[in-house]
């Protein structure tokens, strides 16, 4: 059985942390799956929460429509498509306990993906069990994507707005499909006068949602402009490979 780990990151400022070093306590604990996949034929699923550490935690757990805006950023919204069961848990050190989570039966799976967010909370120990020491207690707020899945979904990707300007490129990773794209590598590749490549930079993707796209864009060096005569981007999508290519003129090196 796989768990994802997560080690809290905190609320803290950052500032904080690093000026703090040393200060900060956090909790560990793990969930399984990382992704809830619901359908017609499999309208409800288990999640498992572990707590890996040598104190008991408390969680609070909520759901949210997920959507994406025009750059990718995640776009929230109150929902009563998915329900779950329960909202409030403690786990015991190295204690496991389930969530039942479901599709509400007003919820049809329709011809586009539904996305939703699952967000577990760990929430403060009660007042009478809290350290005594100056520490920060450090807490943890993940999310679980959860897909209600089409009967029959179809994959369709593409680069579109792939502009070369002002020192930059800029390009969308555009899902045309029905259901999301899972994050992806992406290739940005300067080329030479006979294809040869000069420099290259790897992207990391995140979610691309049906019907959504995101926004990447890469700062070039005034010698990576000189050197290049063209750009290319290159990722792998779950349907087929996809590339697009652009020249670079005058106006990519421009200041």
């Known amino acids: 059985m796989r768990f994802m780990r997560m080690t809290a990151l905190g609320i803290a400022p950052a500032w904080w942390l690093l000026a703090h070093a040393g200060a900060a306590s956090a909790s560990t604990f793990a969930v399984n799956p990382t ?17 890996d ?22 776009v929230l919204s109150p929902t009563e498509d998915v329900i779950f069961f329960p909202r409030l848990l403690s786990l015991a050190p190295r204690e496991e306990r389930s969530v039942r989570i479901g599709m509400a039966t007003s919820v049809g799976t329709g011809t586009v993906e539904k996305t939703y967010r ?32 089409p009967p029959r979904p179809s994959r ?47 992207l990391q993707g995140w979610y691309v949602l049906a019907g959504a796209s995101s926004l990447h864009e890469v700062e070039l060096s005034a010698k990576e402009c000189a050197d290049a005569v063209e750009v290319v981007i290159e990722t792998e999508t779950p349907s087929s490979p996809i590339r697009a290519r ?3 003129g005058v106006a990519a090196c421009a200041p």
């Open 156 to 202: 369709r990707a593409s680069i579109g707005g792939l502009d070369a300007r002002l020192g930059s490129v800029s390009f969308q990773l555009v899902n045309g499909g029905t259901v999301h794209l899972p994050p992806q590598a992406i290739r940005v590749a300067g080329l030479a006068e006979g294809g040869s490549v000069v420099w290259e930079r790897a």
């Open 53 to 74: 550490g040598a104190e008991p935690l408390r969680f609070q757990l909520s759901v949210s429509r997920w959507e994406q805006g025009p750059r990718g950023e995640i």
């Open 118 to 149: 699952l967000y577990v909370q760990e929430l403060p120990p009660p007042q009478a069990t809290a350290t005594a020491s100056p520490a920060i207690r450090v807490l943890t707020k993940m999310g679980i994507p959860i897909f209600i899945e």
């Open 35 to 51: 992704q809830v996949h619901l359908s017609a034929e499999t309208p409800s699923r288990v999640l498992r929460l572990r707590n």
């Open 246 to 248: 652009q020249p670079l």
